[in-house]
């Protein structure tokens, strides 16, 4: 992005220093005014038996506490061993505009005995997401593939189509997301995790928050140190207030390429069935060719969105394969189609209201917490810098997105995270992170200073703890979470 005038960049810095002193005035209302508690019951659509449901009313405008109400669908699975329960482990979903309601399960199934016995796993739907006063923009099901929510420019660079689409997304979630898409933000989430804690009727809250969720966590354990326990934020984005989730997007350059190597590496193993090329120095310029001939040639793709192969579809693929080794075989599958060795796979498209939910808290969360930049010029420039620095992502993580169009300006400045609080916190980072890349982890860390340690594992994907099979870097979570011993140092986990 241009370089803030140094008018703009004082503004900003002022800002994010006014907002440590408001939001901690909101913050510190007493805890009996307004507190909800939670009345558990089974869970619609649930699997796992021991997870329970509950709602819980928090204020759609914390400035007006006892005005109009929203939702929050809240859920949890109780520790089998009470003698030995320590807590609550809120689990933060990621996104923005993950549901995080079914996290207590997939958290039971991932997480050690020794972490289960000493907490309750509660999970909730961020206000907006799912069962929680859900929102949706009601966008025209031409402007929901992917191609289209992440600006990939068009083949030749331009940003002219980005620049209508997000123009049009705009101003449609303006018109249809009502009061609750403008009171989506980070800011309120940290309220809402608040009001969370007080409804379970825990004086200090323990978190494992994910992607996404680091940056939430992190502003709640900045804004309420107090009520904070063990923090766990795992796969972190860098807390830049100036920029938040215009940073994050942007981060997707570096991050792709510091993954594809992996992704090389597996795409030329012998006995592969879904090799695609003999050695790894093979397997970028293979696809960057591919990409750049589906660009001038686009095969058709009956049923999927849009209804052809195209190099932008499979620069998206790769993002999205990029997630988890075993999502590799996705994109191997689509090169192998793209270059005549296969047919096309069958499409599968997620469920519309499921889309347009996520998008419209995705748009609501990047656009109300901080203002972007306005002129199309801006982004056209940067994008034709990127595109030839990370030639993998084509300048589409720093293309326009509908925040520069958002008619709304943020309630509040953001969070500047500090050293501020108690040293409870503990960041766990793949050194290859496709989303949230190394270089943001650590700028987390440096922000938080003494505040925290922070566990590297060398390890590619999103998501670290008890996911890549690191014996060294889930050993140092769990210790954390089990006895609240940090590592005296930030450590380095060498590859299983």
């Known amino acids: 992005m241009p370089k803030p005038t140094a008018i703009t960049a004082v503004t900003a810095a002022t800002l994010a220093a006014t907002v440590l002193t408001v939001l901690p005035a909101v913050a510190a209302e007493p805890d009996h005014r307004g507190a909800g508690r939670l009345n558990w019951s089974s869970c619609q659509g649930q699997s796992d038996p021991r997870q329970q449901c509950a709602e819980l009313a928090v204020p759609l405008d914390y400035n007006d506490p006892d005005g109009p109400q929203i939702t929050l669908a809240v859920s949890r ?22 549901s995080g309601l079914g996290l207590p399960t997939s958290a039971a199934a991932r997480l050690p005995q020794s972490v289960l016995d000493r907490y309750d796993l509660v999970g909730f739907d961020p206000r907006g997401v799912g069962r929680s006063t859900p929102v949706s923009c009601d966008l025209d099901r031409s402007d929901l593939a992917m191609v289209d929510l992440r600006p990939w420019p068009a083949a030749d660079g331009s940003i002219d189509g980005n620049v209508a689409v997000e123009r049009r997304i705009a101003d449609t979630c303006a018109r249809n997301g009502g009061p609750v898409l403008r009171s989506i933000s980070t800011a309120n989430e940290a309220r809402d995790i608040d009001r969370i804690r007080r409804a379970l009727g825990e004086r200090r809250l323990s978190v494992w928050a994910t992607s996404y969720g680091t940056y939430a966590g992190a502003v709640y354990t900045t804004v309420f140190p107090g009520r904070t326990d063990r923090i766990v934020l795992d796969s972190n984005d860098d807390p830049d207030p100036s920029r938040v989730g215009r940073g994050w997007l942007a981060a997707f350059g570096q991050g792709a390429e510091d993954r594809f190597p992996d992704f090389a590496k597996w795409a030329a193993a012998p006995g592969n069935p879904d090799r695609v090329a003999d050695t790894p120095e093979q397997v970028r310029p293979l696809f960057l060719d591919l990409a750049a001939r589906l660009d001038r040639s686009p095969l058709p793709w009956p049923g999927a969105a849009p209804a052809e192969l195209n190099g932008n579809v499979l620069r998206e693929t790769m993002m999205e394969s990029l997630y988890a080794d075993a999502r590799f075989p996705d994109l191997a599958r689509l090169m192998l189609a793209g270059l005549g060795r296969r047919p096309l796979p069958t499409p599968v498209l997620p469920p519309e209201q499921a889309v347009q939910n996520t998008t419209a808290v995705s748009v609501g969360t990047l656009c109300n917490d901080v203002s972007w930049p306005t002129d199309p010029a801006g982004y056209a420039k940067v994008v034709a810098a990127d595109r030839a620095a990370h030639p993998l992502t084509a300048g589409m993580p720093v293309n326009v997105m509908p925040c520069a169009f958002w008619p709304f300006k ?4 953001p969070v500047r995270v500090t050293d501020r609080g108690p040293a409870n916190v503990l960041l766990v980072q793949n050194l290859r992170d496709p989303a949230t890349p190394y ?31 690191n014996a060294c870097g889930d050993a140092a979570v769990t210790d954390f979470l089990v006895t609240g011993r940090r590592p005296a140092e930030d450590v380095f986990c060498p590859a299983s």
């Open 410 to 413: 943020p309630a509040e400045p």
């Open 77 to 98: 699975i109780a520790t089998a061993k009470p003698g030995l329960r320590r807590g609550v482990l809120l689990t933060v979903p990621g996104g923005p505009g993950n």
């Open 439 to 469: 270089r943001g982890a650590l700028k987390l860390r440096e922000a938080f200073g003494g505040r925290a340690r922070m566990v590297t594992v060398d390890s590619g994907g999103h998501d670290a703890y008890r996911a890549n099979g």
